[in-house]
């Protein structure tokens, strides 16, 4: 079933001037020096909670958990890569070749990061190779500062048209700050039809700002409005945004319940353990804060998801996990 575009943008529109109007007493994610407090379990989840798994997997995570991908099925990833720092212990020296293994196993059809840094990027797309591209402009404008770079397979996916917007009371202008934002915030979208199904949809990538509860929200809001403009196809909305996946968070809320989107770890029938996705290089906290989402229109089916938990002995490939669905469009 498909959206009604314009009575989710009036709706969308409502409950953003609502929840703008409850002020900042939510409490705030941890920031990215604070190691994320535990939520509460969630029901859909098992118990019984893995171990971190380390290199030497013959197959990658999401094919362990629900086997091979049928041909129609589409393989999606949100990660937040960390930006590339030089410094010891977790520079981009040490994390690349981590990151490397980890997109070599699993092979998503499409990959929504935050956070990456031109020369980062282009390591990635090297260590992807020749079937991999990417778009996405960088936040201070041209191939300047972090990116929302959306990577994907171009042997399978196909971009019809692509662009960008800043979350600001300017949202054309480069580089653009507004609500009490620390970091300039932005987000990449692209038409792709799907060569193996002949499908089209809309991937959207996006990070929310880290610091102000109302920047989150204002540019939930946005991103909300701009959703309800896209017509008829199917969406995919990756990100990371410093809100808890819950109905208590203005930005979930706002997103889920204002804009009708539906959150694949809560629809996907098949998931791994729940994890904080912000581990900080930490020990992994069970069922905490879920930060990094994976978010779909209605009619686009979850078949399965899970927290990645790769590492290398203690190296984790980003101080974030990266959240992985397996879809199928309708």
Do not use: C
């Amino acid at each position: 079933m498909l959206i009604d575009r314009r009575r989710l943008l009036s709706g969308a529109i409502v409950l953003a001037l609502t929840v703008l109007g409850l002020g900042a007493a939510r409490a705030r994610l941890p920031m990215r020096d604070v190691r994320p407090v535990p939520g509460p379990a969630s029901p859909s989840i098992s118990a019984v909670v893995s171990p971190p798994v380390e290199a030497g997997s013959s197959h990658g995570a999401m094919e362990s958990l629900a086997g091979p991908a049928a041909r129609a099925d589409l393989e999606v990833m949100t990660f937040n890569l960390r930006y590339a720092a030089a410094v010891a212990p977790h520079s981009w020296a040490q994390r690349r070749p981590v990151t490397r293994a980890l997109l070599a196993a699993e092979r998503p059809d499409l990959i929504g990061t935050q956070e990456g840094l031109p020369d980062q990027l282009r390591d990635i797309e090297s260590d992807l190779g020749p079937d991999y591209d990417r778009i996405g402009l960088g936040r201070d404008g041209g191939d300047r500062g972090e990116h929302m770079a959306i990577f994907f397979d171009r042997t399978r996916l196909v971009a019809q048209k692509s662009g960008n917007f800043w979350l600001s009371d300017t949202p054309s202008v480069p580089g653009s700050i507004s609500w009490g934002s620390r970091s300039i915030r932005m987000v990449t979208w692209v038409l792709f039809a799907d060569r193996e199904t002949g499908r089209h949809f809309y991937a959207v990538n996006t990070h929310l700002d880290n610091y102000s509860e109302n920047a989150r929200r204002h540019g939930a809001a946005l991103l909300a409005q701009r959703i309800a403009t896209f017509g008829s196809s199917p969406i995919v909305l990756t990100g990371d945004f410093n809100s808890p996946a819950t109905s208590t968070s203005a930005v979930y809320h706002l997103l889920v319940d204002g804009a009708g989107l539906r959150d694949t770890w809560i629809t996907a029938p098949s998931k791994g353990p729940a994890y904080a996705t912000i581990h900080n290089f930490q020990t992994l906290v069970p069922n905490g804060v879920q930060a990094d989402w994976i978010l779909t229109s209605p009619g686009v089916t979850a078949l399965a998801a899970l927290m990645n938990t790769y590492r290398r002995g203690s190296q984790y490939p980003s101080d974030h996990l990266p959240v992985q669905v397996r879809l199928r469009l309708p």
